[in-house]
């Protein structure tokens, strides 16, 4: 943290102007934001503490993440945080003859790091220029918060409602917390994913749509020369380089990659990018970087596959597998020392419908909120939206303040701007109000 950040101080004036609704806001979220310092157990207690003044039952259950039986959905154990996590559940109990709504978000950050990066104080919630500063603030602090105030302000309003209940719920590194809950047995008639957007344009666009994402890594075997020479230079007509085979399987991922582009369309993708699908080779390590007089013996090609609702994680790891094999086939070598796919994370697109009531009674609540018709944002890959929807069948939308330089995207003083923050909570308990205060289908 620079000179300038460890003398930085909440502004005094932050709230002026305010009403005690929207100056309870601020604090809480700062609040949220300074108990980060002791981690997710100290955030986790101010949540609770929070829905407990509005009156709600709080709950604490806590679940293994590897544990949760999860549908359309996997991750190697080296892609998981191990250990215990917690869920904090908070209900308000209603008219079972009126909707019912599951709200979410996720209260674990990134791990504290990098802090000397940073021009304002991590942990103190300063506020400048409309922005409102701290650590994890856009991911997914101001989401916990907004649910938190929605359930106070809903149970403040006096009105007959369906059951309400917000989760907070880890998240990151696939600790499946709303999941967890939901195979628990918290269910709904539909659920709303609360997390501030990076896109620029915040409150106004809804998240409504979600592709699926695989992870995976391959590993192609050489083969050394026969010398105990520690260069390999003069020999390396009498090896197999692995680099070598590794372009031989990149250059099937990319043929597939063109021949499902081609074939593969969503209208929401196509309109907004032009492409439904793609796969993504981001790593490639072999050999050392100093020795390069000396051959590898292996040689690891990792990426992603994007692809829309409606594929299933088996039919696109079949296809790669095919791929792979195809190619493999043809060469002399790979026939004979196959090339191996090791699988790493693996979740299923999904989406609600624009004309969908849920969609529209988020879309009416963000419009009166803002003035402005929102859109649909389907560029979130791997959104939380897509766990109710794949886990238990419950439609679900997501929405959230404008925000930006996310600690999760490299960057620093990740930042909420506090009127759409508060815009946000104003949507949110609209949403509220309006979906559980109607009747039932059926």
Request: charged share 20%; with cysteine.
């Amino acid at each position: 943290m620079s000179d300038s950040a460890t003398k930085a101080t909440p502004q005094p004036a932050a709230t002026d102007g305010k009403s005690d609704e929207e100056a309870e806001a601020i604090a809480f979220l700062r609040a949220l934001i300074a108990a980060q310092r002791d981690g997710e157990d100290a955030v986790q207690a101010l949540i609770a503490g929070k829905m407990q003044e509005a009156g709600a039952q709080v709950e604490n259950r806590p679940y293994e993440p590897a544990e949760v039986p999860v549908i359309g959905e996997f991750a190697s154990s080296k892609a998981q945080r191990a250990g215990t996590r917690v869920n904090v559940i908070g209900r308000l109990e209603g008219d079972p003859a009126r909707r019912s709504l599951l709200m979410f978000a996720h209260p674990d950050s990134e791990p504290v790091a990098g802090l000397e990066t940073w021009a304002h104080d991590p942990f103190a919630g300063t506020i400048e220029d409309g922005r409102l500063y701290g650590w994890g603030v856009a991911d997914d602090l101001a989401g916990i918060a907004v649910g938190a105030l929605a359930v106070a302000r809903a149970a403040r309003a006096g009105v007959a409602l369906g059951d309400v209940a917000m989760v907070s719920a880890p998240s990151k590194r696939h600790a499946r917390g709303v999941a967890a809950a939901m195979h628990q047995g918290l269910v709904a008639d539909a659920a709303l994913y609360l997390h501030p957007a990076e896109s620029g344009v915040g409150l106004n666009e809804i998240k409504a749509f979600a592709a699926g994402q695989l992870e995976f890594r391959i590993t192609v075997r050489g083969k050394f020369p026969p010398t105990n020479e520690p260069g390999h230079t003069a020999f390396a007509h009498l090896a197999i380089n692995p680099i070598d085979k590794a372009v031989v399987i990149h250059a099937a991922l990319r043929r597939l990659d063109a021949a499902r582009g081609a074939r593969i369309t969503h209208p929401a993708l196509e309109r907004e990018v032009g492409r439904s699908t793609n796969i993504l080779i981001s790593n490639m390590i072999c050999g050392e970087e100093y020795k390069l007089g000396r051959l590898n013996e292996t040689c690891a090609l990792s990426g992603a596959i994007s692809f829309p609702p409606g594929e299933t994680l088996e039919q696109v790891k079949a296809e790669v597998e095919a791929a792979i094999a195809e190619a493999c086939a043809a060469d002399p070598w790979l026939a004979e020392n196959p090339a191996e796919i090791d699988w790493l994370t693996g979740v299923t697109g999904a989406e609600c419908p624009p004309d969908h009531p849920l969609y529209r009674t988020a879309a009416r609540a963000v419009e009166e909120s803002t003035g402005s018709t929102p859109h649909v944002n389907p560029m979130h890959t791997s959104s939380d939206i897509r766990n109710p929807i794949v886990q238990k069948a419950i439609p679900t939308v997501g929405l959230g303040g404008l925000c930006g330089d996310l600690t999760q995207n490299g960057r620093h003083d990740e930042w909420i701007d506090v009127a759409d923050y508060l815009r946000t909570i104003s949507a949110t308990t609209a949403i509220v109000l309006d979906w559980c205060g109607a009747p039932r289908a059926g």
